[in-house]
T-cell receptor
Framework: GAGVSQTPSNKVTEKGKYVELRCDPI?????LYWYRQSLGQGPEFLIY????????DSGLPNDRFFAVRPEGSVSTLKIQRTERGDSAVYLC?????????????FGNGTRLTVT | AQSVSQHNHHVILSEAASLELGCNYS??????LFWYVQYPGQHLQLLLK??????LVKGIKGFEAEFIKSKFSFNLRKPSVQWSDTAEYFC???????????FGKGTSLLVTP
């Protein structure tokens, strides 16, 4: 079946611009996560949604980062006033439930480059 | 502070060699443990997981991992690697009381023919 889909696969933007990254989770998965992976590092947790609400946004680095999931399915990660340090691969994952023993299914990520 | 440590950042092995990748974590309380693999050009995939019960867990493609609670470790093993095992391997830990899955920095494995 269809996996987690992320668009675009690559995004190049200029410093100071606004970007939106989209995630389509696996159908029926209630839990959705955003991660950021910099070169040579493991994925870093950003935010977790259970349904429509952000249950844990403790990983968002600052208030330039924001994410929504208005209908409990598709999610958008929004970055304002992008900085070169925001360049990374942004990963989305979904899970059937938010229970701790529920593995995450990852998308291919969006590679963001801020010039 | 909660952390996940992977000791080997780059490993090079010949085909048929045995593999062991180290993972240690620093967490209080009960944890759930995972190993994920990322093949070149592909997304992260679950290799195996431990929640409770038998501390020796078996995953896909002949991989296994052993949870040693006293050592806070969850090392990944494979008796005989293949060229197709070339990939990035990530250990991940989630506290039983939390949501976030926290990853180590990863180990890049190169298997040579």
């Amino acid at each position: 079946g269809a996996g987690v889909s992320q668009t675009p696969s690559n995004k190049v933007t200029e410093k100071g611009k606004y970007v939106e990254l989209r995630c389509d989770p696996i159908s029926g998965h209630t839990a959705l996560y955003w991660y950021r992976q910099s070169l040579g590092q493991g994925p870093e947790f950003l935010i977790y949604f259970q349904g429509t609400g952000a249950a844990d946004d403790s990983g968002l680095p600052n208030d330039r980062f924001f994410a929504v999931r208005p209908e409990g399915s598709v999610s958008t990660l929004k970055i304002q006033r992008t900085e070169r340090g925001d360049s990374a691969v942004y990963l989305c994952a979904s899970s059937p439930t938010g229970q701790n023993n529920s593995p995450l299914h990852f998308g291919n990520g969006t590679r963001l480059t801020v010039t | 502070a909660q952390s996940v440590s992977q000791h080997n950042h780059h490993v090079i092995l010949s085909e048929a060699a045995s593999l062991e990748l180290g993972c240690n974590y620093s967490y209080g309380g009960t944890v759930n443990l995972f190993w994920y693999v990322q093949y070149p050009g592909q997304h992260l995939q679950l290799l195996l997981k431990y929640f409770s019960g038998d501390p020796l867990v078996k995953g896909i493609k002949g991989f296994e991992a052993e949870f040693i609670k006293s050592k806070f470790s969850f090392n990944l093993r494979k008796p005989s690697v293949q060229w197709s095992d070339t990939a990035e391997y990530f250990c991940a830990v989630r506290s039983n009381s939390g949501y976030a899955l926290n990853f180590g920095k990863g180990t890049s494995l190169l298997v040579t023919p």
